[in-house]
């Protein structure tokens, strides 16, 4: 079977790449996002830091 045909992957693969933009770029009226409100997050990330994250710089 093809990834294009299995619609559960293509479900799991949609949701874990909307976690990071739900929970660190998108922020409310405030400008806070749901990480800054938990203390996750210091502030919010722009997508290109999360795209490009090298933890060995």
Do not use: C, H
């Not at 799991?12 to 739900?22: D, E, W």
Request: charged residues 20%; hydrophobic residues 40%.
């Amino acid at each position: 079977m093809l990834p294009s045909e299995n619609t559960s992957l293509q479900a799991r693969i949609s949701s874990i790449s909307r976690l990071p933009y739900t929970n660190y770029i998108k922020t409310d009226a405030n400008g806070v996002t749901p990480a800054m409100r938990f203390g996750l997050a210091r502030g919010p990330v722009k997508f290109e830091d999360i795209l490009y994250f090298w933890p060995w710089k």
